[in-house]
C-alpha cells in the first residue's frame, strides 16, 4: 500500500470554518472520484492557531497506482482544485512508509 500524505495550509483571509467547509463539501468529493484511490482519510486540525490546519491521507495500490492516479483526469482536477482553498506555497504532500509500532 502506498500513502501519501497532503499538509494543508489554508489561504490567508480564508476563515478557518470556510476552510474546513470547502475542503470537506466541494473538494473531498472531486478526490473521491480519483481513479485507484483506495482510502481517503481528512484530519481537521482541533487547535486553530497551529499550521498545518489539516492532513489528508490518501492510499493507492502502489506507487504506479498513485502516479496514473495523479495523472487521469480525475487527479488533474483534484490537484487543480487545491488552488481554491489552500495556500500552494505552504501546502506540501509526501509519499510515506507506514510504519506501525504499536
Not at 495550509?9 to 480564508?14: A, E, I
Not at 482519510?41 to 492532513?55: E, F, K, L, S
Not at 488552488?83 to 507506514?98: Q, Y
Amino acid at each position: 500500500m502506498t500513502k501519501v500524505l497532503v499538509m494543508l495550509h489554508k489561504q490567508d483571509g480564508q476563515s478557518w470554518d470556510e476552510f474546513q467547509r470547502y475542503w470537506r463539501e466541494e473538494h473531498g468529493p472531486i478526490a473521491a472520484r480519483i481513479p485507484g484511490l483506495r482510502k481517503y482519510i481528512q484530519n481537521h486540525a482541533t487547535d486553530r492557531g497551529n499550521v498545518p490546519y489539516a492532513v489528508a491521507e490518501l492510499y493507492f495500490d502502489s506507487p504506479e497506482a498513485l502516479q496514473a492516479a495523479l495523472a487521469s483526469p480525475e487527479g488533474k482536477a483534484a490537484l487543480g482544485d487545491l488552488g481554491n482553498f489552500v495556500d500552494g506555497e505552504r501546502t506540501g504532500m509526501a509519499v510515506v512508509d507506514e510504519v506501525r509500532i504499536v
